[in-house]
């Protein structure tokens, strides 16, 4: 019964009447599901830089055969839809099958606009799938994947879904499903335990799961599906998320001085309401979350972004309110005074008076 009540609920997480398949496995046993069930090998993939998780599941199909070209792209800004353009007009004789993108980088903290992005590939007139990694947006940040026309959509158990690392999912559109018989009539090896042949039509658990199903998980996801309905649904959960993400880049932008503290991402509408990167200018970062351990007892994301000592990165995703987050605020403020880092005011009044503002103008 657990099992077929998280199956009916996840297209409703990806707002997809598509197909809905659980991996027993992390997010990159979702990459190679979705790799291994629409692409052969010799198949030309486009992945968008715009941080780094684009780039990690283009190795993925890389591995399985695919011929990989990543569209260069910056640390501190979204991928750009003009340059996807070109580059697909470039490809007059349509050879790439799949572009690959972040919808949240948890890296660089981007929001990518997935809107922009397939009118870019509609302009071109290009036929390649659009696949996006939603693993850090689902459930944090608004995401619809037939109303923005995405084929395949990549999501996991640990992030905005609140529950503990092993699970992933692959959200499959049609024009994903009719790639998939070109794999079936293609002949080549497939892999089993990613296969959506039994997968889509299951005479029992063996198929839909390749085997046992991962039962402790699936009693979290529908704990986690109920937490969500209790909150509103998938629209509160998302307004908190914006609530938090601007109470954390709130207190950024006061503590920011010349050579100190900066968001790395330019641009307000395309910043993650999952997770904040932040640039520590000429200071160690490093040393900043070894302090922020030691007087506040929570530990930050390290950098990703650049080079290791230059960056740190707050999580606001999932099961978070606002007084975890004003708490990770005021410990990163204290770390600040301990290390006697100069910074332009107090981020922590500033995430208060935004919580306020935000209150205030929800209601
Ligand atoms: C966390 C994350 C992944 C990797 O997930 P794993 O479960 O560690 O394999 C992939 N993509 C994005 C955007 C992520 O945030």
Known sequence: DI????????????????KAFIVTANGHGAWQMAVSNTLVPGDKVLALESGRFAIIWGENAEQAGAEVEVLPGSWHDPVDPN???ARLRADTNQEIKAIFVSHTDTASSVRNDIVELRAAIDAAGHSAMLMVDCIASLACDPYEMDDWGVDVTIGASQKGMMCPPGVSFVWAGAKALVAFDRVKANGGPRVRYV??????????FYDTYAGTP????????DVAFDMIEEEGGLEAVWQRHERLGRMVRSAVDAWQTADGLLLNIGSERHRSNAVTT?????????????????????TLGIG?????????????MGHVNASMTLGVLGSIEAALHALEIRIGGSGLAAAATELARAQRDES
């Open 3 to 18: 099992s077929e009540r998280v199956l009916a609920r996840l297209p409703g997480l990806a707002r997809t009447t598509g």
């Open 83 to 85: 340059r996807l353009e």
């Open 195 to 204: 296969d959506w042949e039994r997968r889509l039509e299951p005479r029992g």
């Open 214 to 221: 991962p039962v402790s998980h699936l009693y979290a996801l």
């Open 278 to 298: 932040v640039r520590t200018g000429r200071h160690d970062s490093q040393q900043v979350a070894a302090k922020v351990l030691e007087l506040g007892e929570v």
């Open 304 to 316: 990703m972004a650049g080079e290791p000592n230059g960056s740190f990165r707050i999580g606001h």
